[in-house]
């Protein structure tokens, strides 16, 4: 799979190549809701949803009380800086 650099917006991906970015990120896509996805690590697990105008991370459990935390990113930005975000956890 070739990537966009990573400094491209996530807009100029095609989906596929988005779709095999989560993969390759360890995600794993809701086959009911295609545009879902979700991503274990030791410390932490998120769903991904790729909405219309942008990439929203919720994780689960994670706030001091417990609860979910929300995280939305707009597909302006890069590839890498999207990555960044999500992927070091809440």
């Avoid at 491209?8 to 989560?22: A, D, F, M, Q, S």
């Avoid at 360890?26 to 545009?35: D, H, P, S, V």
Wanted: proline share 9%; with cysteine.
């Amino acid at each position: 799979m070739s990537l966009p650099p990573p400094e491209t917006p996530l807009y100029n991906h095609p989906l596929p190549k988005i779709e095999g970015w989560l993969i390759s990120q360890g995600c794993q896509q809701n086959r009911e809701k295609l545009n879902s996805w979700r991503v274990e690590k030791p410390n932490w697990e998120a769903e991904l949803c790729l909405d219309v105008e942008q990439l929203t991370v919720r994780y689960f459990n994670f706030g001091g009380d417990g609860k979910d935390i929300q995280r939305s990113f707009k597909y302006s930005l890069s590839r890498q800086d999207i990555q960044e975000a999500i992927f070091s956890g809440p």
